[in-house]
């Protein structure tokens, strides 16, 4: 069965999912491999690294919804296989896409998510489910309220490849971190990207390969880069990750001829973009045995039989 039922048990059974800060949907938990330290993906667009990975980390459209909670897949308009991934030495998550898309949109134009085909990625280092979007209610000081704006967790329109000067000026546009007001977000030691392309991008059909890594913030201060607090990854957890994808795509073209773009949501709740209480549980799992990375390591060197057997007592 998907989603490794014994990593959920493992991890209830240490008290590490808290009821109260469970995220959507309810009852579903997906894995994050681990990559080790000597098998961290180079990203550059080459997905062929991620072929050691188990099938049954992969999450696809088939788990998703659309805004209204329907699932009616189109897959010759977009159809899309994900991984999760993360390593805990560089306190990194690791993504990788391969999307096929009708028309891949990025353009910079106005709309939806930027006018642009994205994912708009949010996480949740702590599982604490603290919005990232606030209001005026919650803080009427306007210095407070863009503090606060993206502070316990964070939100980004995640979009390929780079485009200067669209949507985003300030920072970078592929991980456009619209809620905050941070220029400094994006630097490569918090988290980088490779693109590829089979296809063009506003040009009809197209397949793309996106791979990226980035950090998640337990407490982010978009004025104090110094004393902003990095989430340490630690096996064995759960955090909060999930993301919308976007799609303007020819079959989302209205009987006037306007692109209206279709949302499809991990959690199916579409109110992800602004808390992360509808963030997705994601166990950060231990070293998969069942992965030849060459030298065994001490967690290799048991059967697979006895590692679960360990997490189910």
Not at 141 to 167: C, I, K, V
Not at 267 to 278: E, I, L
């Amino acid at each position: 069965m998907k989603k490794f039922a014994i990593f959920a048990t493992f991890a209830f059974a240490l008290g590490l999912a808290s009821m109260s800060s469970a995220h959507q949907p309810e009852g579903q938990l997906f894995t994050a491999f681990q990559w080790p330290d000597s098998h961290i993906p180079t990203l550059d667009g080459n997905l062929s690294e991620w072929d050691i990975v188990p099938e049954d980390y992969h999450i696809t459209m088939e788990d998703h919804w659309d805004a209204a909670g329907e699932r009616d897949y189109n897959f010759n308009s977009l159809n899309i296989k994900m991984i999760v991934a993360y390593n805990a030495s560089d306190d990194k998550i690791y993504f990788m896409s391969e999307r096929f898309d009708d028309y891949y949109d990025r353009n910079g134009a106005e709309g939806g998510a930027g006018g642009d085909d994205s994912w708009e990625m949010h996480h949740d280092g702590d599982h604490a489910g603290d919005d990232m979007w606030v209001s005026g209610e919650d803080y009427p000081d306007a210095d407070e309220r863009a503090l606060n704006m993206g502070r316990r967790a964070q939100t980004y329109h995640t979009r390929f490849p780079e485009l200067p000067g669209s949507t985003g000026e300030g920072g970078s546009t592929w991980a456009w971190f619209w809620v905050s007001q941070s220029t400094w977000h994006d630097k490569p030691e918090y988290m980088d990207y490779g693109f590829q392309i089979d296809g063009e991008i506003n040009n009809g059909e197209a397949t793309t390969y996106v791979e990226f890594n980035r950090v998640s913030w337990d407490d982010f201060l978009w004025n104090d880069e110094a004393n902003s607090v990095i989430h340490d990854l630690v096996e064995g957890e759960i955090m909060g990750y999930g993301w919308q994808i976007v799609d303007h795509g020819t079959e989302d073209l209205d009987s006037g001829g306007e692109n209206k773009p279709r949302s499809w949501y991990v959690s199916g709740a579409s109110d992800a973009w602004r808390t992360a209480a509808s963030a997705t549980d994601f166990l950060l799992a231990p070293i998969d045995p069942r992965v030849d990375f060459g030298a065994p390591t001490a967690v290799e060197e048991q059967s697979w039989g006895r590692i679960k057997e360990g997490f189910l007592q």
